[in-house]
């Protein structure tokens, strides 16, 4: 079953807008979710991540907001860029001794200018 | 330099033949990995390692037999191709197992069995 649930599943944002993705997890051994930029073409590469003690990471114009009460996390991207069009992924792994990233089924977000 | 390196790029096979794909890692990281992407975009592991030694092995046909020659090196050999087989295979390395260790990956291999 699917471990991490995003949505949606597509985005379109104007240019300047806010670009919001949704995920949400059952496993509550979950202590590590990063969120991964894919670009068409390429590999997913890490875009911020968050650990559960906190609520909310900045970096930049993206932002993760963590609800750990509702087993839910989001990103959020601001003044949102014809660049920043790609798709987007969040995951979650447990503990150590795997590094095992259940990854969420994606967003393809596309900013038009 | 790329971090992550698979070969090749591209491969279109037939049903029924045996292929592999290679994949280098230059970060120094002692844990590798393969996913999978299918069509719909859904990223799945598929089998890590972590100094050479299988830790994770999912769900995947044994068709499929990575083999770490050292822990720089990972690769992917696949029997007995078959169509549901055509995906993108990503390769990727972290610095260990610990959950929060970055992983990074390679371009992926686009393979499609015809």
């Known amino acids: 079953q699917q471990q991490v649930k995003q949505s949606p599943q597509s985005l379109i944002v104007q240019k300047g807008g806010i670009s919001i993705i949704n995920c949400a997890y059952e496993n509550t051994a979950f202590d590590y979710f990063p969120w991964y930029q894919q670009f068409p073409g390429k590999g997913p590469a890490l875009l911020i991540a968050?650990?559960?003690?906190?609520s909310e990471k900045k970096e930049g114009r993206f932002t993760i907001s963590f609800n750990k009460s509702a087993k839910q996390f989001s990103l959020h991207i601001m003044d949102s860029q014809p660049g920043d069009s790609a798709t987007y992924f969040c995951a979650a792994s447990e503990g150590a001794g795997a590094n095992n990233l259940f990854f969420g089924t994606g967003t393809r977000l596309t900013v038009i200018p | 330099d790329t971090a992550v390196s698979q070969t090749p790029k591209y491969l279109v096979t037939q049903m029924g033949n045996d292929k592999s794909i290679k994949c280098e890692q230059n970060l120094g990281h002692d844990t590798m990995y393969w996913y999978k992407q299918d069509s719909k975009k859904f990223l799945k592991i598929m089998f890590s390692?972590?100094?050479?030694?299988?830790?994770i092995n999912e769900t995947v046909p044994n068709r499929f037999s990575p083999k770490s020659p050292d822990k720089a090196h990972l690769n992917l050999h696949i029997n007995s191709l078959e169509l549901g087989d055509s995906a993108v295979y990503f390769c990727?390395?972290?610095?260990?197992?610990?959950?929060?260790?970055?992983?990074?990956f390679g371009e992926g291999s686009w393979l499609t069995v015809v």
């Open positions: 990727a390395s972290s610095l260990g197992l610990h959950s929060g260790n970055t992983i990074y």
């Open positions: 390692y972590n100094n050479k030694e299988l830790i």
């Open positions: 968050i650990r559960p003690d906190v």
